[in-house]
């Protein structure tokens, strides 16, 4: 079963507007990630958030982790053509397992 | 090599046959994944390993699925009687160590494309 649940299901946006994607998880954790993916290839980890982090920035990227309500978004800010891409959140499964869950993905489009 | 190595990159096979996946992992990495990915779907999750421990097989959908990890390193996924429902990309995963805790990230291969005719 999945851990994570993405929304939108896709996202189609302008360059240089923001993109928001939204993930929800149903167990604790101690981390969320988030992964890239172009055309159906290899995942590419973007960025990882402890349990104990709100907010975390990396370049364009920015994520937020709200343990409470069991969600995390991502936000691409000024957004490029070249953001085109699924991009997941994953956890790991409740418990000290190292076993990582994905969600079901948000595919993004970004038109030039 | 430096990153996870897949092979074959694409396999088409008749319904009923079997077939193998390979994996390379990362060199030094001791956990290794695999996932399935059908066409336009998130990732599923099938067999996780973990250095010389048992392996987590609870996402394998049949027992038509086995994986093996010989030495701690390179894994095969085999697929028996193949079905055309078996279609899709067969991701594998490796990491360093124990994740969980440290919060490693895990680090992606290219995929094997399997399509069942």
């Known amino acids: 079963s999945q851990q994570g649940e993405e929304d939108p299901q896709a996202l189609s946006i302008q360059e240089g507007e923001n993109a928001t994607m939204n993930c929800s998880y149903k167990t604790s954790i101690n981390n969320l990630q988030w992964y890239r993916q172009n055309s159906g290839r290899g995942l590419v980890h973007l960025i990882l958030?402890?349990?104990?982090?709100r907010e975390k920035h990396s370049g364009r990227l920015r994520v937020t982790l709200d343990t409470s309500k069991k969600s995390s978004s991502l936000l691409i800010t000024a957004s490029r053509a070249a953001d085109t891409a699924s991009y997941f959140c994953a956890t790991h499964e409740g418990g000290a397992t190292n076993k990582l869950i994905f969600g079901t993905g948000t595919l993004l489009a970004v038109q030039p | 090599g430096a990153g996870v190595s897949q092979s074959p990159s694409n396999k088409v096979t008749e319904k009923g046959k079997d077939v193998e996946l390979r994996c390379d992992p990362i060199s030094g990495h001791t956990a290794l994944y695999w996932y399935r990915q059908s066409l336009g779907q998130g990732l599923e999750f099938l067999i996780y390993?973990?250095?010389?421990?048992?392996?987590?097989k609870s996402g394998l959908p049949s027992d038509r699925f086995s994986a093996e990890r010989t030495g701690g390193s390179v894994s095969t996924l085999t697929i028996q009687r193949t079905q055309q429902e078996d279609s899709a990309v067969y991701l594998c995963?490796?990491?360093?160590?124990?994740?969980?805790?440290?919060?490693?990230?895990?680090?992606f291969g290219e995929g094997s494309w399997l399509t069942v005719v």
């Open positions: 958030i402890r349990s104990n982090e």
């Open positions: 390993f973990q250095g010389n421990s048992a392996p987590d």
């Open positions: 995963a490796s990491s360093p160590g124990q994740g969980y805790y440290s919060g490693n990230t895990i680090y």
